[in-house]
């Protein structure tokens, strides 16, 4: 299995704020999915990133995956404290198996 | 909406205990997946089953077993329960093909004593 690194693990800002949330790799993705997790409950996707060099903004989000393929970033200008959560990347392996990165914790102060 | 659900949000089991955690999918998804939650760990891919009876180990396979014996339903059995196996447990579906996303259950908060 490929391994994703995602820094940083967590991160305090306060409201207003850009921040950028890093995914890493060594190997080629078919594709980088980005999620976002509330206690108690399951993941549920913000974005997916096929082509590389690809941008795709959602609102204050930005998610850019890597020319080759084995990076990706996500960044949020102007933080809220509704952005608050554990963000996840996964990366989509040969034949759809997801291997998720170990997440970054994320808290915006107001 | 999909909805991939769980039978239980929080379990407490005995060490040895052999247990039984079942999702089931609505969407006719091909796909389905179980991982395990730890602090400072992520999500770690248990098992994977890309169609009904096949299973492919995920990286932590050691101490647990599946079973797909129908499309909607994947289950995750922990033979015999240990105290390293308490976590939080996800379960999730995506259609087969490319680029498709996962969809979640909301998580079983297993507890080995």
């Known amino acids: 299995t490929q391994l994703l690194e995602q820094s940083p693990q967590f991160l305090s800002i306060q409201e207003g704020e850009n921040l950028t949330v890093y995914c890493n790799s060594s190997?080629?993705?078919?594709?980088l999915q980005w999620y976002r997790q509330e206690p108690g409950e399951g993941p549920v996707l913000l974005v997916t990133v096929v082509t590389g060099g690809e941008v795709k903004k959602l609102k204050r989000l930005t998610f850019q995956f890597g020319d080759a393929r084995k990076d990706s970033s996500l960044h949020i200008t102007a933080a809220q404290p509704g952005d608050t959560g554990l963000y996840l990347c996964?990366?989509?392996?040969?034949?759809?198996?997801?291997?998720f990165g170990a997440g970054t914790i994320l808290r915006v102060k107001s | 909406d999909v909805k991939v659900t769980q039978s239980s949000r929080y379990l407490v089991k005995r060490t040895g205990e052999k247990v039984f955690l079942e999702c089931v999918q609505d969407?006719?998804?091909?796909?389905m997946f179980w991982y395990r939650q730890d602090p400072g760990l992520g999500l770690r891919l248990i098992y994977f089953?890309?169609?009904?009876?096949?299973?492919e180990k995920g990286d932590i396979p050691e101490g647990y077993s599946v079973s797909r014996e129908k499309k909607e339903r994947f289950s995750l059995i922990l033979e015999s329960a240990s105290t390293n196996q308490t976590s939080m447990y996800l379960c999730a579906s995506s259609l087969g093909g490319p680029g498709q996303r996962a969809f979640f259950g909301q998580g079983t908060r297993l507890t080995v004593v």
């Open positions: 089953s890309y169609d009904v009876k096949m299973k």
């Open positions: 190997s080629v993705f078919s594709s």
């Open positions: 996964a990366g989509e392996e040969y034949g759809n198996k997801l291997v």
């Open positions: 969407m006719d998804h091909e796909n």
